[in-house]
């Protein structure tokens, strides 16, 4: 269901910016229309989601930022990250339909009983996000392979010039001739039928790479905004008993960054960046 002529657009709440700042990314703003309008949603906890406790305040931040954005009007919400951090408390929360780019992306990829893989960016230190994500999900059954772009090293470069996501919002020649080489290879030796890409931060390649691949590629961001439209007036998805405690989770983040007029410092630490300049604003 849309938005009448004579109404205003129903609002997709975008959660994350997918680049180091909060700023709508351009191929999203493209698909705003008549009908839906993204609206950049930006968080109040920063954290580098390297290991399970520092992903856990991810969950919350994004879990904060639903939260609000539906209370304010949004029609849905739209995780703009592959880890689709917090949807399972969202939809337990929300009374508008949660889709995350993640989950979005593998169920586009697995349509016809394809099998696909996972191409991404980020090393292998990141690898239990799709771990998470492929178990959690049920199109997750048909992902053969998870292929990781970059080394580790890459990690400490984030926030720099010359980071990955950087060279990516450039969409140089390098990174994108990377990022198809070993498309190629998972078409070839997994035998995939199509191609997933593992990060929102990998939107401004993604048709680059789409062009010079044999098989479907799926961008995430793109593929989840488009869903979270299609979701607008349906029935949220849910699995399990909705919670009595909702507003739970922003009431902890008002208290932790001082009602809401603060933003959380970030941890720090020798293994990670200070925040993840791809998930989190």
């Known amino acids: 269901m849309h938005a009448s002529q004579d109404s ?91 889709i995350g780019a993640g989950e979005a992306a593998m169920t586009l990829a697995a349509a016809g009983g394809r099998r696909f893989s996972i191409v991404t960016i980020w090393p292998p230190s990141m690898g239990f996000l799709y771990d998470e994500r492929t178990r959690a999900v049920p199109a997750g059954a048909a992902c053969v392979r998870v292929r990781h772009v970059s080394a580790e090293e890459e990690l400490q470069r984030l926030g720099s010039a010359d980071d990955v996501q950087q060279r990516m919002a450039r969409r140089e020649d390098a990174i994108v001739a990377a990022i198809v080489a070993e498309c190629d290879r998972a078409v070839r030796e997994d035998g995939a039928q199509a191609i997933v890409l593992g990060c929102t931060c990998m939107a401004p390649v993604g048709p680059a790479v789409a ?71």
């Open 211 to 281: 062009a010079r691949v044999a098989v479907p590629v799926i961008e995430g961001s793109r593929a989840g905004y488009r869903a979270a439209v299609a979701a607008l007036g349906e029935a949220p998805a849910r699995r399990g008993p909705r919670t009595g405690r909702a507003g739970l989770i922003p009431a902890i983040v008002d208290a932790y960054v001082g009602a809401g007029t603060g933003t959380a410092p970030p941890a720090t630490g020798e293994a990670a960046p200070a925040d993840c300049p791809v998930c989190v604003s």
């Open 8 to 98: 205003a657009p129903a609002r997709i709440a975008v959660l994350g910016s997918g680049t180091r700042t909060p700023v709508l990314p351009p191929h999203l703003a493209e698909l705003g229309d008549a009908h839906a309008v993204p609206v950049l949603c930006t968080t109040r906890l920063a954290a580098f989601a390297g290991n399970p406790y520092d992903r856990l305040v991810v969950d919350l931040a994004y879990v904060d930022m639903a939260e609000r954005a539906a209370a304010d009007g949004c029609a849905a919400i739209f995780i703009n990250t592959y880890a689709d951090y917090g949807i399972a408390a969202m939809r337990a929360a929300l009374s508008v339909p949660v």
